[in-house]
């Protein structure tokens, strides 16, 4: 009978880590109705870069005795060009592949990746006594649009399967899942914090200026662990004129994956 891969390739800032958190929670009563999610290898939890260098043996050992594996991998999104060994691997093992992609309109990924350089480069900023090489919110926008190349990356995980990509909302994780998994039940409540939640705009530039500023390095720690506090406040540095000029700087993108894959990922209220 035909196995199932079932891909999540991303896109960061997508609600990642919140699809793998509750796969991770769910591992056991998933293993009853033939579904794996197989183990991540660190601390990440998603597992889905092995695929990188997969054989047919480490096929088989995905799925052990399981009729569908899940895979997921934030990192994934860029790496079609290095999946070429996909198609003919899963064709060789009986194997139906998915490829799963949950996109979010342009402006919300860089507020979570304005938030995710903070995060994952707070100690090189606070040494260097600047945030972000010394750059605006609006210059780092603009040098985020050169990195996101979302279309051409979509046409290469395109390439790895003869079906079409699954893409769909990130607000549409849960559903989407539970269709891909033949209504599999369940349970999606997880502690929030390890949902790897944004911090707001607002308090990354109250950061980056006090970096800028020459504040003590004890106050600037102080204002960073306060920052993880308040996640959940309202986020006066998501205004709605950077909305509409994210948006605008990223009209090329969208209407590219909008014309090539038939979907909308324009920001709507």
């Known amino acids: 009978m035909t196995r ?7 896109a960061p800032k997508c609600g990642s880590t919140y699809l793998q958190r509750v ?21 990440h939890p998603g597992n889905g870069l092995r695929l990188a260098g997969i054989d047919p043996a480490g096929m088989e050992t ?4 399981a009729r569908t594996a899940v895979l997921s991998h934030e990192d994934l999104i860029s790496l079609g060009p290095r999946m070429t060994h996909l198609p003919g691997l899963c064709a060789e093992h009986d194997v139906a592949l998915t490829v799963l992609v949950f996109l979010r309109p342009f402006c ?15 100690d090189r900023y606070l040494a260097e006594g600047q945030a972000y090489d010394g750059m605006s919110f609006e210059e780092f926008a603009v ?14 995980w395109q390439r ?6 699954r893409i769909a909302p990130h607000r549409r994780i849960r559903a989407t899942l539970e269709e891909v998994l033949d209504g599999a ?14 911090l707001r705009v607002c308090d990354c530039e ?33 205004t709605e004129t950077r909305r509409v000029w994210l948006e605008a700087l990223f009209r090329n993108q969208n209407e590219n994956i909008r014309d090539t894959f038939r979907f909308d990922n324009r920001w709507a209220a």
Request: a positive charge; charged letters at 20%.
């Open 143 to 156: 040098a985020r649009r050169s990195k996101l190349t979302p279309t051409g990356w979509l046409n290469a």
């Open 108 to 122: 919300e990924v860089i507020y979570g990746d304005y938030s995710q350089f903070m995060k994952q480069n707070f």
């Open 185 to 198: 039940e369940m349970n999606w409540d997880i502690e929030a914090a390890s949902a790897n939640p944004s």
């Open 206 to 238: 109250d950061i980056a200026r006090a970096m800028q500023a020459g504040l003590r390095a004890a106050k600037i720690r102080e204002m960073y662990k306060l920052a993880y506090a308040k996640v959940a406040l309202a986020d006066h540095g998501r």
């Open 160 to 165: 790895t399967t003869p079906l079409p990509l």
């Open 23 to 43: 796969m991770l929670a769910n591992r056991d009563p998933l293993s009853s109705r033939g579904i794996v999610y197989p183990a991540p290898e660190g601390s």
């Open 4 to 10: 199932r891969l079932i891909l999540h390739v991303g």
């Open 62 to 65: 995905l799925f052990g005795g």
